[in-house]
């Protein structure tokens, strides 16, 4: 890993190379294609989207990584709203993955959260690289996702309190904002502007 890399905020003239960046981690990696971009390019202008948590990496002038996070709830059973927030989609380009980048860029980005006041993350992703940086289970905090029964343990969803005891006495739900539901139609259509890529059904995807 060279550790000269910079992160910084994204400005307008990286959208189109963060997009393709995006597009580039996540095709093929959990359906065939991804949606992952589009939900980048859409996030941009929603409410809830965290501008200064819109962080690029930087090696020699490329950009090798992206992080975005958008602020959301936990609906807590006793009728609190819990302001927490998430983040996602997460890159590393191709060819710099399991180096140590995205690990860099998540832990700082979760520095900066932590700044700007956020108590906890939720998120859906893999406990094998987020566990490594402070992640669990989000049941065994009482934390549930909306889309699976309450009674399964759900492995891929995930928290991380950033603040020591934030999710204490809290029990509750958690769904991702609206904006990370894209529907594919829209997500055909917005990849046209890219250049043409095969969609290969392989084994180890999600969908
Ligand atoms: C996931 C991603 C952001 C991780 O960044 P990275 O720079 O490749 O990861 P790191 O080198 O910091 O990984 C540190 C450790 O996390 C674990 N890890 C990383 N990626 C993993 C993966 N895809 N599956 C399982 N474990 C993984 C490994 O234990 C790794 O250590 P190792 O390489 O010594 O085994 C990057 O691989 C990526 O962009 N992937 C495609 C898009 C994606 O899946 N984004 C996350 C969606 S939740």
């Not at 190379?17 to 949606?35: H, K, S």
């Not at 549930?144 to 891929?156: D, G, I, N, T, W």
Request: hydrophobic letters at 40%; one cysteine or more; glycine letters at 8%.
């Amino acid at each position: 890993m060279n550790k000269n890399y910079i992160i910084r905020r994204e400005t307008k003239d990286d959208y189109r190379e963060v997009e393709n960046l995006t597009r580039e981690a996540f095709w093929n990696v959990y359906r065939p294609g991804c949606t992952e971009h589009f939900v980048v390019h859409v996030f941009r202008d929603r409410p809830e989207f965290v501008p200064e948590l819109d962080l690029v990496m930087e090696l020699d002038g490329k950009i090798i990584g992206h992080i975005m996070y958008v602020r959301s709830v936990i609906n807590a059973d006793d009728g609190r709203v819990i302001p927490i927030m998430t983040f996602g989609p997460i890159s590393i380009a191709p060819e710099y993955k399991r180096m140590g980048y995205g690990t860099a860029l998540l832990r700082y980005s979760m520095e900066k959260a932590k700044e700007l006041g956020a108590g906890a993350i939720a998120i859906s992703g893999n406990i094998d690289f987020y566990g490594k940086s402070g992640f669990v289970v989000a049941s065994t905090k009482g934390i549930h996702y909306y889309a699976e029964p309450r009674s399964e343990v759900v492995p891929y969803f995930l928290v991380r309190e950033l603040v020591p005891g934030y999710l204490d006495g809290v029990s509750g739900v958690f769904r991702e904002p609206d904006g990370y539901f894209v529907n594919d139609a829209d997500v055909d259509e917005f990849d046209a502007q890219f250049p043409p890529k095969p969609k290969l059904k392989l084994p180890g995807q999600l969908v």
